[in-house]
């Protein structure tokens, strides 16, 4: 069946470091593909998306690339805040079915001073 | 204007009682979704509801019973109540757009 693999958390950096998170995906055909962020204690955010190969979402400073030969969506950001501290769901949709998200386990990010 | 809304925000009950989430969005989508955050924070889609009619319900126990009276509108009702229900769950709506935009949780506590 269709899923998502994530890095495992949690991540820690200092701030202004580099963020990579990783996420690579297993669909049956051409899916789009989604970043999620969720803060402590509050709902999901769309992030950023890409709905085809070689399309690049980016948003806030955050930006992925659609790779189909990888299989990959990963997350980067060149310089991380304190305010960035949450956790990031890679999540892929095929088109029908009802257009259900499957989500990734999501990676824990703590940026600290 | 709140997008997704979901009331309680917090529910704290003992087993076996029965208990009811609201959704209400007020984006025009026809679309809605139940998905439910386990305590390692995976997320899984539950129910979703495209114009009032049922078109996903993945493995769920029978005491899980979406309802939907209007498009705006999706709740959920939980019968016999189990320690295990406890998670928080997301009420989510799509439009044409085919971005998924999601309510604040309900976190529900089964004692």
């Known amino acids: 069946g269709d899923s998502v693999t994530q890095m495992e958390g949690p991540v820690t950096l200092s701030e202004e470091a580099f963020l990579t998170i990783n996420c690579t995906y297993t669909a049956t055909g051409y899916p789009s593909l989604f970043w999620y962020v969720q803060y402590p204690g509050e709902g999901l955010q769309l992030l950023l998306k890409a709905t085809k190969a070689d399309d690049k979402g980016s948003n806030k400073g955050f930006e992925a690339t659609y790779r189909k030969e990888t299989t990959s969506f990963h997350l980067e950001k060149g310089s991380v805040q304190v305010s960035d501290s949450a956790v990031y769901f890679c999540?892929?949709?095929?088109?029908?079915?009802?257009?259900?998200?499957?989500f990734g386990t999501g990676t824990q990010l703590k940026v600290e001073l | 204007d709140t997008a997704v809304s979901q009331t309680p925000k917090y529910l704290v009950t003992q087993m076996g009682n029965d208990k009811s989430i609201k959704c209400e969005q007020n984006l025009g989508h026809d679309t809605m979704y139940w998905y439910k955050q386990d305590s390692k924070k995976f997320l899984k889609i539950m129910f979703s509801?495209?114009?009032?009619?049922?078109?996903i319900n993945e493995t769920v126990p029978n005491r899980f019973s979406p309802k939907s009276p209007d498009k705006a509108h999706l709740n959920l009702h939980i019968n016999s109540l189990e320690l295990g229900d406890s998670a928080v769950y997301f009420c989510a709506s799509m439009g044409l757009q085919e971005t998924q935009y999601f309510g604040p949780g309900t976190r529900l506590l089964v004692l």
């Open positions: 999540a892929l949709r095929l088109t029908g079915g009802g257009n259900k998200l499957t």
């Open positions: 509801y495209n114009n009032k009619e049922l078109i």
